[in-house]
């Protein structure tokens, strides 16, 4: 074939075949461009939208700088007291209580609010997930602390449908109607990330659901009664 | 077919494919640039977020090392008494579970992207999307396998985590965070492997299209929390 063709054919088609080559490289640049182009990035946010991620992490270093500031002065006091032994146990046991209040393994009372939750009659049962939604809700919303039915909600808590939903289990314990929930923070703050357009308490009233929420100046929610052990983790 | 009508006809296509590269670009700088640039002041706010974000991170670093010194100083102090040495320890281990420390262990790293299915009358494109709801509920069924510490995209479960949606992206511990996601949890893989079951929230999630993988690991290592837990409404009942 090739030596019937004209020398300025094949210079032609290899021309072609070039821009060709060079084509396909960019336009594959060009669309992992656009790929990536990340919209979790600050580029893209508005000039309000900025303010608030600003305050965020403004907040945050402040946060984190009084917590650094306390870490270092109780490495100060453990630095100064290790002859007295008296001063090593304060110390020791003030840290040991923070622990376990993170861990809900103390009792807690503060302001806050009492949901109590009665299914409908005629309609599906309230699950297991709307519960989980009011519990991510009232967190979102800075909720300190948080019971169904005296089950305190810890980081390892699971709130899951058994035998099709024919009842909720929290922390592996079956809870029964009325659910009762308690939680301790701002008042107005929790009622709100219930209530209002997309809150699921006023969402499973719309369905049918009786729910009231009351608001308790000093309500009292019991430590976590499960056992907290660790067999994987190092 | 002579050449000629060959080399049109290729020509044709280069040309298509050329344009709509071109159109593709256009739009891609017309939109960085509609909101880059322009404002100064949207610029200024931008670098002060950057460098709260770097003044943030370099405390943060602080922290982590000041917090292994209180460690030392605190197995010191407690050394040669029995009862505060078993406090020392229920502190460390405290520590782990609440996730004030990073931690290692075996586990599973699931990975939740956004479908690349095309819409149809049948399929509603938001089932494509993993939404805030799907991030919960499997962070929840991971815990009632067992598992012991969570992250989602290196944010750590902790008390007060909550999953929230941003428009596009997601919120959690006060970060903004996109697809895909990638789920770590410690525990016994087996189990947390049994998320995968048929009936599961998995499966249900391969259903509706979106990119379900989850792989085992006999090392996984989960970061501390980011931030920083204060109580400001709750105190603790006296005994």
Request: aromatic share 4%; charged share 25%; with cysteine.
């Amino acid at each position: 074939m090739i030596k019937y063709m004209k020398k300025g054919k094949i210079a032609m088609t290899i021309t072609i075949g070039i821009a060709c080559f060079a084509l396909v490289t960019v336009m594959t640049m060009q669309f992992k461009v656009v790929n990536e182009t990340d919209i979790t990035e600050i580029e893209n946010m508005q000039e309000s939208e900025l303010k608030t991620e600003l305050a965020n992490w403004k907040n945050r270093y402040d946060e984190i700088n009084a917590q650094y500031e306390d870490t270092m002065q109780k490495v100060e006091e453990y630095k100064n007291d290790e002859e007295s032994n008296d001063e090593a146990s304060r110390l020791v046991q003030e840290e040991l209580e923070q622990t376990n209040t993170l861990l809900g393994l103390t009792d807690v009372h503060g302001e806050g609010i009492v949901i109590t939750l009665k299914s409908g009659e005629s309609e599906t049962p309230i699950s297991a997930d709307d519960l989980l939604i009011i519990v991510n809700s009232l967190k979102f919303a800075g909720a300190e602390a948080i019971s169904i039915n005296d089950e305190r909600i810890v980081n390892t808590t699971d709130i899951v449908n058994i035998l099709d939903g024919s009842f909720i289990k929290v922390n592996g314990q079956r809870i029964l109607e009325p659910y009762v929930i308690k939680v301790i923070g701002n008042q107005s703050h929790m009622e709100s990330a219930v209530t209002g357009n997309g809150g699921k308490v006023e969402e499973l009233q719309t369905l049918g659901h009786t729910a009231t929420i009351e608001k308790d100046n000093d309500i009292t929610i019991g430590k976590y009664n499960g056992e907290i052990k660790t067999d994987y983790i190092e | 077919m002579t050449n000629k009508k060959i080399i049109s006809v290729i020509l044709g296509i280069m040309c298509l494919a050329l344009t709509l590269g071109i159109v593709v670009q256009i739009r891609t700088i017309k939109s960085t640039n509609s909101t880059i640039g322009q404002n100064q002041e949207a610029n200024d706010l931008r670098d002060e977020i950057l460098r709260y974000k770097e003044r943030y991170d370099n405390k943060f670093k602080e922290l982590e090392t000041a917090e292994k010194e209180l460690e030392q100083e605190r197995e010191k102090a407690t050394q040669n008494d029995t009862e505060l040495k078993e406090a020392q320890q229920k502190i460390t281990e405290g520590n782990k579970i609440t996730g004030m420390t990073e931690v290692t262990g075996p586990g599973v790293i699931i990975t939740l992207s956004d479908g690349k299915g095309v819409a149809t009358s049948t399929l509603n494109p938001s089932q494509l999307i993993v939404h805030d709801l799907d991030v919960l509920s499997v962070v929840n069924e991971l815990i009632n396998a067992g598992a012991e510490a969570i992250s989602i995209n290196d944010q750590r479960w902790v008390l007060t985590t909550a999953i929230s949606c941003r428009g596009n992206t997601i919120d959690i511990n006060g970060e903004r965070i996109g697809a895909p996601f990638t789920i770590k949890a410690i525990g016994l893989p087996e189990y947390l492997a049994g998320l995968e079951r048929v009936g599961g929230y998995l499966e249900y999630m391969k259903q509706d299209g979106v990119g379900v993988k989850l792989e085992k690991s006999n090392s996984i290592t989960i970061p501390k929390y980011s931030g920083v837990i204060n109580f400001e409404y709750l105190q603790n009942v006296e005994e």
